[in-house]
């Protein structure tokens, strides 16, 4: 017991130490885990803990993690993308693991080898892809929707690929065990010694009645699935005791992977299938959040074990080889993810961001790669050579989105404005008000503007939102709002009013910019995310900014006092007495505001901002105050009711 306390307590410390290191430098949690890892290993070396006697146990964040997949899948959502996921997707990963596998054979490796190592390379990392695009404010350009389309057909693909990989297992090899017998991987023997007996559904059965036992099993999990789960989930919410709802779903998650092995399938594979099934469950967002915890520290020690069992022998050994073959494999994806790009229409940026996004291998590589160990699909040597490539090419992931930043750049387009698939609309109408931004707050503009007997000129590049505005009778164009040929088209030269509120803020910005270099008169009321984003849009030359959350938080703070013995009256000047005091705060902050420096490093920011508070306190206490006083001289000598 003291031993694993020892080991936990390293374990916990890297991860701890690791990951936000990591998320602070770009890297990613999956990079920080493996470099935590590598940092570990020779301590856990020194207690005696073994790379694949923590990977043993780190297998279930794996199975846990293809449970999560499963339950974002449902059928219907399948469906509406199958056009990306059977063509965009399922040609990334065909044409990748074709390519992979005839460079592995020219290098003298087997077919078998060759393409496992395709299939395992034919992956990208999702983990780190999808945290880049969120935090470029990418996921929804063109390029974005089909990186993300590509990525779930390669989780939905690790699939078959668990189920394919036993089948190009190498002869079985005798070795020898801790006591010195002899043994081979394949046989009872050697099962029972790695993994102790256990029972077997399918042991001594012919091929057709084994068959038959799959598929029955199988059958049974699906038909438990839907019918049986939600009334046990009713059962266990009688108890009112949240550890009980945890229990329960990691008895789903276990049983339904236990039940697999019984069949000979791999856990992870009835995992899948068991969050597929569970889809559509009423308490589908109750088994996420249950299980997520649980399958982020897993996962985050299986990562951990792949570090620490990267051989570094290897590695200095084989030190050119190792970066030619990372170099290769990111030229060879990126050649086929461009061809792929230009099939499927994606224009520009977007070709590029696609092409970057996915040049890597990803972290369930590491998953496949240790599969493809236990199952004797790989030999030790290649596999420590491959989890180098794979940890190397993830590394170049954050300098391949710097490298598309630039030629984004040089394209003269932005990181943050979205591409078209298709030309934009021809504007046939010019009006006095042009709303660039139809999302929620510009519709709630273009309604009332509307209503009132205005004509407005919309712009929006989200192809869904201009086609949902059509349905509802409203006249919308669609556009990159920022482009100036559609701004002009729009009306620019001869508008009154122009409405800046797209949904991403650099893309608003350089928008009124534009608009009020081009137009000294023009009034530009502009959408801004944040108090900072105000000060940016005040120097851009804004009219009138309206931050979008802040009326809102206003009525909330009034509803608030309203139910804490203030009046209606009283919790009114109070609004108001804070909103004419915010906006004299900005006034009086925008010329001390520095761009690219943060609040908190600004001395002169901090401290007028500190004096403006106690204004805004004395303000508050002031308005209170004079309306005691007046309701005190409306009420009559008696102390009546209030004079109308």
């Known amino acids: 017991m003291e031993g694993f306390f020892d080991d936990a307590t390293i374990l916990l410390g890297a991860a701890i130490i690791g990951v936000p290191i990591a998320a602070r430098l770009g890297l990613g949690s999956v990079l920080g885990y493996l470099l935590a890892g590598i940092l570990v290993a020779p301590l856990l070396h020194s207690t005696g803990v073994e790379a694949e006697a923590l990977r043993h146990y780190a297998e279930f964040g794996v199975v846990m993690m293809l449970f999560l997949i499963g339950l974002e899948l449902e059928p219907r959502i399948l469906w509406e993308m199958r056009d990306k996921l059977v063509g965009m997707g399922g040609m990334q990963i065909g044409l990748t ?11 003298g490796e087997t077919f078998n080898m060759s393409l496992a190592i395709g299939l395992i390379l034919a992956l990208s990392s999702t983990a780190i892809v999808l945290q880049t695009l969120s935090e470029k404010g990418l996921m929804k350009t063109p390029g974005g929707k089909s990186t993300f389309s590509v990525l779930l057909t390669q989780d939905i693909a690790v699939i078959p690929m668990l189920a394919l990989l036993p089948l190009l297992a190498m002869p079985a090899v005798p070795h020898l065990d801790p006591t010195g017998a002899i043994q081979r991987p394949g046989s009872q023997e050697a099962t029972d010694a790695a993994h102790g007996a256990h029972m077997s559904l399918i042991e001594g059965l012919a091929g057709w009645q084994a068959t038959l036992v799959i598929l029955a099993v199988i059958a049974a999990v699906i038909i438990g699935g839907i ?77 951990m074990s792949v570090g620490a069992g990267i051989d570094f022998e290897i590695m200095l050994a084989n030190i050119g080889t190792v970066i030619g073959l990372t170099l290769l494999l990111v030229v060879t994806k990126g050649a086929i993810l461009l061809l792929l790009a230009r099939l499927f229409g994606l224009r520009k940026r977007d070709r590029w961001l696609f092409t970057l996004g996915l040049a890597q291998a990803g972290e369930f590589g ?109 006249k919308s164009f669609y556009g990159d709002p920022t482009r100036p040929v559609l701004l002009h088209a729009a009306g620019l030269k001869t508008a009154r009013v122009l ?125 209170l105050e004079v309306h005691e006083l007046e309701a005190r001289d409306t009420h009559d000598p008696a102390g009546g009711r209030m004079v109308d």
């Open 227 to 303: 019918y049986l789960s939600p009334r046990l989930f009713r059962f266990v919410d009688m108890a009112k005791l949240r550890e009980i709802h945890t229990a329960t779903a990691l008895l789903l998650v276990f049983g339904i992977a236990y039940i697999m092995t019984l069949i000979g399938l791999s856990p992870a594979l009835g995992a899948f299938l068991g969050g597929v099934v569970l889809a559509t469950s009423e308490f589908r967002h109750e088994l996420e959040a249950n299980i997520e915890p649980f399958k982020g520290l897993l996962l985050g020690l299986f990562f």
């Open 97 to 107: 693991t074709a390519a992979v596998t005839a460079l592995s054979m020219l290098m």
């Open 366 to 474: 590491f998953v496949l790669i240790s599969f493809c160990l236990q199952e004797n699909v790989l030999p030790n040597r290649l596999a420590q050579t491959l989890l180098l490539v794979v940890a190397l090419s993830m590394l170049l992931t954050p300098l391949l989105f710097i490298l598309y930043d630039f030629i984004s750049h040089r394209l003269g387009e932005h990181t943050s404005a979205t591409d078209v698939h298709r030309k934009h609309d021809e504007i046939d109408e010019q009006s006095p008000v042009i709303i660039a931004g139809i999302g929620r707050f510009g519709q709630v503009v273009n309604r009332m503007v509307q209503m009132a007997g205005l004509r407005c000129t919309v712009l929006d590049h989200d192809l869904a939102a201009i086609e949902l505005m059509r349905h509802f009778g409203f």
């Open 499 to 623: 409405v800046a509120a797209l949904d991403d803020k650099n893309a608003t910005t350089r928008l009124v910019r534009y608009a009020r270099s081009q137009r000294p008169d023009l009034h530009i009321v502009a959408r801004a995310h944040d108090r900072v984003h105000v000060y940016e849009l005040y120097q851009a030359g804004a009219d009138d900014i309206v931050r979008e959350m802040f009326d809102s938080s206003l009525r909330a703070a009034r509803y608030v006092l309203e139910n804490m013995d203030f009046s209606e009256f009283e919790a009114n000047e109070v609004e108001r007495a804070f909103y004419k005091h915010d906006r004299m705060t900005l006034r009086e902050l925008a010329p001390l505001w520095e761009p690219g420096k943060s609040l908190k490093d600004n001395p002169a920011y901090l401290a007028r901002a500190r004096e403006l508070n106690k204004v805004l306190e004395t303000a508050l206490v002031t308005a």
